[in-house]
T-cell receptor, first 114, second 115 residues
Framework: GENVEQHPSTLSVQEGDSAVIKCTYS??????FPWYKQELGKRPQLIID?????GEKKDQRIAVTLNKTAKHFSLHITETQPEDSAVYFC?????????????FGQGTRLTINP | DTAVSQTPKYLVTQMGNDKSIKCEQN?????MYWYKQDSKKFLKIMFS???????INETVPNRFSPKSPDKAHLNLHINSLELGDSAVYFC??????????????FGPGTRLTVT
């Protein structure tokens, strides 16, 4: 089955700097790679996703890159702000009979220092 | 107007008891899921139903039994609760995003504490 590894487990950056979180996956059949942000005590929220036929996607200060050959994908946050502080999860998976079976990484606790 | 809702938000109970968690979504999605998030924040899928049919059934003790009375509801019943069942349980629902994938939207979670 799929296995997703996420690094680093904690990341602390100065406000205004960039943050990068990296994930690797094992199953070449996975074709969908979402990223979720979870604030303390809240639900995971989808912030960006990418499919395997796309190498890069950007949404304002957030971008995701995917290297299918190497089986790794990354989240890039530029111009970080205090409200970016949260736990970020990557996930990988594929469709299965109308559902999406996602395997999540271990999470990265991102702290933005003012 | 909450999209995916769960009840209760908190559940404290003793070992050996049986409890249920309910989930409802008003997004019109066909697929619903249960996830478990443990104390280390690890998020793991447990079950998924598509149009009331069980699609995903991960390696979960058979003390856990999901039930989907209709597309908008997915409940989780847990028998003979154990200390290790303490976790946050998230319900989610998904829809096809038109780009070949099913985006999942999570409920607020139910924090279960077994004493």
């Amino acid at each position: 089955g799929e296995n997703v590894e996420q690094h680093p487990s904690t990341l602390s950056v100065q406000e205004g700097d960039s943050a990068v979180i990296k994930c690797t996956y094992s199953d070449s059949a996975s074709n969908y790679f979402p990223w979720y942000k979870q604030e303390l005590g809240k639900r995971p929220q989808l912030i960006i996703d990418i499919r395997s036929n796309v190498g890069e996607k950007k949404d304002q200060r957030i971008a995701v890159t995917l290297n299918k050959t190497a089986k790794h994908f990354s989240l890039h946050i530029t111009e970080t702000q205090p409200e970016d502080s949260a736990v970020y999860f990557c996930a990988a998976g594929g469709p299965i009979q109308g559902a999406q079976k996602l395997v999540f990484g271990q999470g990265t606790r991102l702290t933005i220092n003012p | 107007d909450t999209a995916v809702s769960q009840t209760p938000k908190y559940l404290v109970t003793q070992m050996g008891n049986d409890k249920s968690i309910k989930c409802e979504q008003n997004l019109g999605h066909d697929t619903m899921y249960w996830y478990k998030q443990d104390s280390k924040k690890f998020l793991k899928i447990m079950f998924s139903y598509n149009n009331k049919e069980l699609i995903i059934n991960e390696t979960v003790p058979n003390r856990f039994s999901p039930k989907s009375p209709d597309k908008a509801h997915l409940n989780l019943h847990i028998n003979s609760l154990e200390l290790g069942d303490s976790a946050v349980y998230f319900c989610a629902s998904s829809t096809h995003n038109g780009r070949g994938a099913y985006e999942q939207y999570f409920g607020p979670g139910t924090r279960l504490t077994v004493t």
